[in-house]
């Protein structure tokens, strides 16, 4: 898959499926700070496609994207950021959990983990959150321009463990140095297609 096209659709507080929401989406989910912003801007080839920051927590509300005007990229607010208070957490949980329960049009998500550190307790209740949801999902093992080539693997093992998913699954990705942005594509490209 190229893409061609990238723009920014709408923010959303609070998940609802009405125009332009219409098309299959794409989510991407992972704890603050894990390069859910810079991911969306390496695969669309856009600097500042989707805002990045160096603060966590910065992405607040629901943010999509519209891709080659066939479908949508859907940012989700980070989780497991420590320094937002309980009822903020608890918003943004609440946020989320009324995306995965009424988009109609989730194709797949993926699931993003710093490659450099073993998944938190807040990573395997996303995970296990997906499997109880029977959600399809990929998990992206961020940041992979941090650890030698050779290394990785060792990174990797921990996720695997923690995650309940085999090596070959997950996709070691950097926005850095754009590892894993062609394995990326393919995937979407397979999953938009299955579901046609």
Request: glycine residues 4%; proline residues 5%.
């Amino acid at each position: 898959m190229e893409i061609k096209t990238a723009s920014f659709v709408t923010s959303l507080a609070a998940y609802h499926e009405q125009p332009p929401i219409t098309l299959r989406q794409l989510a991407v989910v992972g704890k603050s700070n894990v390069g859910k912003s810079s991911l969306i801007n390496a695969l669309c080839n856009r600097k500042k496609l989707c805002k990045t920051s160096a603060t966590p927590g910065k992405t607040r509300l629901i943010n999509v994207f519209l891709i080659n005007e066939s479908f949508h990229l859907v940012d989700l607010p980070g989780y497991g950021f420590a320094k937002v208070d309980k009822a903020e957490k608890q918003r943004w949980g609440d946020m989320m959990d009324r995306y995965f329960q009424e988009s109609t049009h989730l194709a797949h998500v993926l699931h993003l983990v710093d490659i450099r550190h073993e998944p938190t307790q807040d990573d395997i209740a996303m995970n296990q959150y997906f499997r109880q949801m029977d959600i399809p999902f990929t998990v992206v093992a961020t940041k992979a321009d941090k650890i030698s080539r050779g290394a990785r693997m060792k990174h990797i093992a921990p996720i695997c463990r923690a995650l309940l998913v085999q090596p070959w699954e997950i996709i070691p990705f950097s926005s850095e140095d754009m590892t894993g942005r062609d394995t990326l594509l393919e995937l979407i490209e397979s999953v938009l297609t299955e579901e046609e």
